[in-house]
């Protein structure tokens, strides 16, 4: 069967189909011998030959699905250049090859999804799946009514206007109000950069949910693999 070469290598789990798109146009891949470095190309499954930095690449293996809650301090990546700690450090006992289903910044917390299904990866990540994502924000003060109106309506960040989102107080504790902040799209650092617009600034910042997968009980800096449930879910999405 005819097949993209950047989805039979995510199914082969080397990486998501998109990082597997930046592979091939580094010129890292051969077919049968021949390097390409052109999207779109289709191989044969069954009988082209696919090798990445000169060895060959195999689909099989099964699929492994976690949630990790990550803590502050780690970087949303498989290495880093400056050496510091990654989320890959936090996952080494799984005896299997996974990354991270999008990102997380540095200084923010919470619920990240890793995984070496890199057609699941694709499908979550990709701008037009809407996948709601929640997050609990710490800020200095509440905002007005008409700071959060014009929060959910959309504000300009970057010259591109956000998409609608949902802003609701929680509590305040008498040093931060606790913010409920519910986005479906993935842009640098959008959640910080909407509360500073509306002149809310985010102090601590944690994802608490994906859809409707809650961190529920796990600890920061600890993981545990999804049900078959939450699995089938976020294939249905």
């Known amino acids: 069967m005819l097949i993209r070469l950047q989805k039979f290598m995510a199914e082969a789990q080397v990486a998501s189909r998109r990082k597997c798109e930046e592979i091939i146009l580094s ?3 051969a077919v049968n011998g021949e390097t390409v470095s052109v999207l779109g190309t289709k191989i044969d ?3 082209d030959t696919v090798t990445l930095d000169g060895r060959e690449i195999k689909r099989g293996g099964s699929h492994i699905y976690i949630m990790l809650n ?4 780690y970087i949303t990546t498989v290495s880093d250049r400056f050496d510091r700690p990654t989320v890959m450090d936090l996952v080494k006992d799984v005896g299997e090859r996974i990354y991270p289903v999008g990102r997380l910044d540095y200084d923010t917390a919470g619920l990240l999804l890793m995984t070496n299904d890199g057609e699941l990866t694709y499908r979550l990540t990709h701008p037009k799946h809407n996948i709601n994502k929640t997050y609990i924000a710490a800020v ?8 959060i109106k014009r929060f959910e309506s959309g504000i300009v960040i970057d010259g591109r206007k956000t998409a609608r989102a949902k802003l609701g107080i929680i509590k305040t504790d008498g040093r931060y109000t606790y913010l409920k902040i519910i986005i479906h799209e993935g842009r640098n650092r959008q959640v910080r950069k909407m ?3 509306i002149g809310h600034p985010v102090r601590r910042l944690r994802r608490a949910a994906t859809g409707t997968l809650k961190l529920g ?3 920061t800096g600890e993981y545990r693999h999804l049900t078959a449930d939450e699995v089938k879910y976020l294939k249905s999405l």
Do not use: H, I, M, Y
């Open 70 to 73: 990550k803590p502050e301090g």
């Open 45 to 47: 499954d069954k009988t």
């Open 217 to 219: 009980g796990l600890k």
């Open 27 to 29: 010129g890292r891949v």
């Open 140 to 147: 200095d003060s509440a905002p007005t009514q008409s700071e």
């Open 195 to 197: 509360c500073e617009a």
